[in-house]
Structures are given as C-alpha cells and as structure tokens.
Nanobody
Framework: DVQLVESGGGSVQAGGSLRLSCVASGYTPTTYWMGWFRQAPENEREGVAA???????IYTDSVKGRFTISQDNAKNTLYLQMNSLKPEDTATYYC??????????????????WGQGTQVTVS
C-alpha cells in the first residue's frame, strides 16, 4: 500500500502563507495524478489542486492565483504553497493519489489513497 504523510498545517492570520508537504512511501502503483483536497466542518470534501503525471495542473477557482501545487519526484513529495490565505480556506487538507486519468475528473471518487490530513486555520 501507499502511505501518504502530510505536514505543514497550522494557524495563520488572513493574508499569511503556509506550505503543505506530502511524502509518499510504500508500494507505488501507477499514479496518474496527485492532489490536495480539503474539507471544512459540515462541508463536502472538495478538490483544491492536482498535478498529473504529464505535468498538467488544475486548480479549483477559489484558489487560482493564490495556491501553487508542485512536486519533487526525487523526494516523492508533493507540495501546496498557499499564499494570501483567507478565513474560508480553513479546513483539513488531505493529500491524495489516483490511478485514473485526470481527464475523468478531479473527484474524490477517483482517489485511491488518502493521507491522514493536516489542519489549516486562518483567522
């Protein structure tokens, strides 16, 4: 199985920045994309950003221009740089991998493995 371990969450004031990291280890099946989801209390889990194996990137509209997803394949690490944070960004952020092409949709239904989550709180 794949293990995904996130880090980098915390509490910041509005306008601040955080960088989330996700280290992948263990057996690595074919991975078409890796990404970040978030879930606030009483909300559904939503996709934030994803990066496909061909390098294509997708962002949800609410974070475009503020968040940047990247990966370091040598370190098996996925990153999410979050700038200009807003209170509405408060959520638990989850790292995810998928064995399905991103063209099918950036949806939790296609996620094969999840990290344990890291809390981001913006006040």
């Amino acid at each position: 199985d794949v293990q995904l371990v996130e880090s980098g969450g915390g509490s910041v004031q509005a306008g601040g920045s955080l960088r989330l990291s996700c280290v992948a280890s263990g057996y690595t099946p074919t991975t078409y994309w890796m990404g970040w989801f978030r879930q606030a209390p009483e909300n559904e889990r939503e996709g934030v950003a994803a990066i496909a194996s061909d390098g294509s990137i997708i962002y949800t509209d609410s974070v475009k221009g503020r968040f940047t997803i990247s990966q370091d394949n040598a370190k098996n690490t996925l990153y999410l740089q979050m700038n200009s944070l807003k209170p509405e960004d408060t959520a638990t952020y989850y790292c995810a991998t998928s064995g399905y092409p991103l063209s099918l949709g950036f949806l939790s239904d296609y996620v094969g493995y999840w990290g344990q989550g890291t809390q981001v709180t913006v006040s």
